[in-house]
C-alpha cells in the first residue's frame, strides 16, 4: 500500500496481558516514530528508529514498553502486563529522510492502533 | 505546564465562516511547525509546515509563527462542513524529530 500501515486496528487486553502492535512504514522511509494519544489529548512521543538503530526511547512510560525494528523497515511496539492506563490509541509515523537531517521531512501517520486494556 | 499549549475548544463555526486556531510554546528551541488535521479513528495527516517565524499560505488555509511571542496561527478561509475535525499544533527542534503536540481543538462547521 501507499500508506503507513498498523495492525490490529483495535485490540482489547485483559490487565496483566501482553500486546504487540505493529508498524508497516511506507516502503524506503529510514525514520520511524511511535507516539501514544489519550483520549482528548494530542499525540505524546514514546520512541524513534533510524533504520534499525533505536536514537531515542525517552518516551517509553515504563520498562514494561518496548519497541524494535530489527530489519529496519517494520516496527513492533509490545507492551507487557497490560495496566488500564495504557489504554490508549497508538500511532506509527514514518519519514523519509534521516533524523536530525536539518531538513524539513514530513511524518506520515498510520491509522493507529486503538488498546483497551480491562 | 505544558510545553504546547492549545485550547480544546469545541469550536462551532457556520459553514464560510474564517476561523482562527492557535498555539503557544514555552519552549524557544522549538524551530519547525505544524499544523495536523485528525478525522475521528484517523491517524493525522499534514495541512502545514513551516520554518522559523513567518506566514505560508496554501489555498484556504495560512499559518502564522510568530517566534518572538512564542505564539502560533492556523486560519481557514471560507471553512466547509469537511474541514470539521480535531485540528493538531506540532513542533520539533530539529528536522525531522519527534514532535512535541498540542491537545487538539476540536472544530465543527455547520451547514
Known amino acids: 500500500g501507499a500508506g503507513v500501515s498498523q495492525s490490529p486496528r483495535y485490540k482489547v487486553a485483559k490487565r496483566g496481558q501482553d500486546v504487540a502492535l505493529r508498524c508497516d512504514p511506507i516502503?524506503?522511509?529510514?525514520?520511524l516514530f511511535w507516539y501514544q494519544q489519550a483520549l482528548g489529548q494530542g499525540p505524546e512521543f514514546l520512541t524513534y528508529?533510524?533504520?534499525?538503530?533505536?536514537?531515542?526511547k525517552s518516551g517509553l512510560p515504563s520498562d514494561r514498553f518496548f519497541a524494535e525494528r530489527p530489519e529496519g523497515s517494520v516496527s513492533t511496539l509490545k507492551i507487557q502486563r497490560t495496566q488500564q492506563e495504557d489504554s490508549a490509541v497508538y500511532l506509527c509515523?514514518?519519514?523519509?529522510?534521516?533524523?536530525?537531517?536539518?531538513?524539513?521531512?514530513?511524518?506520515?501517520f498510520g491509522p493507529g492502533t486503538r488498546l483497551t486494556v480491562t | 505546564q505544558k510545553e504546547v499549549e492549545q485550547d480544546p475548544g469545541p469550536l462551532s463555526v457556520p459553514e464560510g465562516a474564517i476561523v482562527s486556531l492557535n498555539c503557544t510554546y514555552s519552549n524557544s528551541a522549538f524551530q519547525y511547525f505544524m499544523w495536523y488535521r485528525q478525522y475521528s479513528r484517523k491517524g493525522p495527516e499534514l495541512l502545514m509546515y513551516?520554518?522559523?517565524?513567518g506566514n505560508k499560505e496554501d489555498g484556504r488555509f495560512t499559518a502564522q509563527v510568530d517566534k518572538s511571542s512564542k505564539y502560533i496561527s492556523l486560519f481557514i478561509r471560507d471553512s466547509q462542513p469537511s474541514d470539521s475535525a480535531t485540528y493538531l499544533c506540532a513542533m520539533s527542534e530539529a528536522g525531522n524529530t519527534p514532535l512535541v503536540f498540542g491537545k487538539g481543538t476540536r472544530l465543527s462547521v455547520i451547514a
Open positions: 509515523a514514518s519519514s523519509l529522510d534521516y533524523a536530525h537531517s536539518g531538513r524539513p521531512e514530513r511524518q506520515y
Open positions: 513551516t520554518y522559523s517565524s
Open positions: 516502503s524506503g522511509h529510514v525514520s
Open positions: 528508529f533510524q533504520n534499525e538503530a533505536q536514537l531515542d
